[in-house]
């Protein structure tokens, strides 16, 4: 008779023989390689960092605690984020590399910094005619196709 521990390890070898022996059955050309082609960004539901602002970097104040950012949510059509002192929102369309932002909602904090991005990214989006997005890079245009605003994609918006 065969004790417990042996059965175990007897069971424990048959369920993971089909996985080993597949394993040292591929070869090497079978093997996926890493892609080197960035993957797309996509203009929805990312969460969208302020970069730049009217060709200079955003600042962030100690009373301002974080960066100014928005996401386009599909499902609504509904814009939500931080202006750089107020959260924010509001319907939006897209049509193409087209986008035009409806009325923006904002909390009414007042914001004590001068230098807080929040008028400018406000104006920004009410200005956005368009957008180019170039690898994890978005830009807002305006109807002449200049840059209003500039957000970095970001992926894991909890770090």
């Known amino acids: ?5 042996s059965v175990r390890a007897l069971s424990l070898a048959c369920l993971c023989l089909p ?14 390689t890493p892609s080197s082609e960035p993957q797309a960004v996509s203009l929805e539901n990312t969460h969208w960092r302020l970069v730049q ?3 200079q970097p955003p600042v962030v104040t100690a009373a301002d605690r974080a960066e100014a950012y928005f996401i386009l949510m599909s499902d609504g059509r509904q814009m939500q984020g931080f ?9 939006y369309v897209t049509e193409g590399r087209s986008l035009k932002f409806g009325a923006v909602h904002a909390t009414r904090m007042a914001c004590t910094d001068p230098r807080n991005p929040e008028a400018g990214l ?7 005619a368009g957008t180019r ?7 807002l245009l ?9 957000f970095q994609a970001r992926i894991n918006p909890a770090e």
Do not use: H, K, Y
């Not at 996985?19 to 996926?32: E, F, I, K």
């Open 142 to 150: 305006d109807a002449n196709g200049a840059a209003l605003a500039t």
């Open 83 to 91: 202006s750089g002192c107020n959260r924010m929102g509001g319907p």
């Open 122 to 128: 406000l104006d920004a989006l009410q200005g956005t």
């Open 133 to 139: 997005i170039t690898n994890d890079q978005l830009e």
């Open 19 to 32: 996985a080993l022996l597949a394993g040292c059955s591929q070869r090497p050309s079978d093997t996926p």
């Open 53 to 55: 602002i009217a060709g």
């Open 1 to 5: 008779m065969r004790s417990p521990r």
